[in-house]
């Protein structure tokens, strides 16, 4: 529940003009929470670090993580051009593990991804080690092999080429519950931050889009990831310390198809 503090609270109605649901409202030139429309806060927090006297707070808790205000270097725009230009897919990792810290670290600051209604419906698990990949790469290949499904996977794999998990030997799937308001792209969303998270720490990633159908397809990845019902993997990511040094932006043959009106 939001909750404001009139010894702090001066006045300035910033809050009550960034509510999203028009849950504060200005009485006499004074923010008031409205109590029957209190239980629909989305929980954005925006109220509070609009304040610019902490007077608001989330039952007894702050609403932002520090007092301190960030900073953003002057250069950041063209920085942040050439870093998503020159994110790459990888498919082939060296044997070095990679850090769980690193992983929940990408993880948690997903939660900062847009999400309907600022449900974040996305949830994580984490395999690591190529033992257990091994087995999943097993079990995908005797379906696979049963089915006649997807047979460039067999194929490919019969080649030394793995489709699926490439040369990973961590790998995250998210999953949501079917009935969030928009599962898929949140979960989407919550990855790519993960991804470039990830990427800016120096690792590779590359999206397990195979992984990612059989693992909501093949019976045996069903019952060993065990999600509860009525919930579905919705992205994966492969992960690890890249092989390749790619030393230039690639073109793009496709480019942005924009109509402005």
Request: proline share 5%; charged share 25%; with cysteine.
């Amino acid at each position: 529940m939001i909750k404001i503090d009139s010894e702090k609270c001066v006045g300035c109605l910033q809050c009550t003009r960034v509510c999203i649901w028009t849950i504060l409202e200005a009485r006499d030139g004074w923010p008031v929470v409205l109590e029957d429309k209190a239980v629909g806060c989305a929980k954005c927090m925006h109220c509070g670090i609009v304040c610019p006297e902490g007077a608001i707070t989330f039952g007894d808790s702050p609403m932002m993580i520090s007092e301190e205000k960030p900073v953003v270097s002057d250069t950041f725009g063209e920085d942040l051009e050439s870093f998503l230009l020159t994110r790459r897919s990888y498919r082939d990792f060296r044997e070095e593990p990679v850090d769980p810290a690193v992983i929940c670290h990408a993880l948690e600051t997903a939660a900062w991804a847009p999400s309907a209604k600022n449900q974040h419906p996305a949830k994580y698990i984490v395999i690591q080690g190529r033992e257990k990949l091994d087995a999943i790469m097993a079990d995908i290949l005797a379906w696979l092999k049963e089915t006649g499904q997807s047979p460039e996977v067999v194929s490919e794999y019969a080649r030394g080429n793995n489709m699926v998990l490439g040369k990973a030997n961590t790998v995250i799937l998210a999953y949501a519950r079917d009935r969030a308001i928009n599962p898929a792209v949140d979960t989407a969303l919550a990855l790519d931050y993960a991804d470039l998270m990830l990427q800016a720490k120096g690792l590779g990633t590359c999206w397990a889009g195979y992984l990612t159908r059989f693992a909501n397809t093949i019976p045996a990845l069903q019952e060993y990831f065990g999600i509860p019902e009525k919930h579905s993997f919705y992205g994966g990511l492969l992960v690890g310390w890249p092989k390749e040094d790619y030393l230039y932006i690639p073109e793009r043959v496709k480019r942005a198809d924009i109509t402005m009106k």
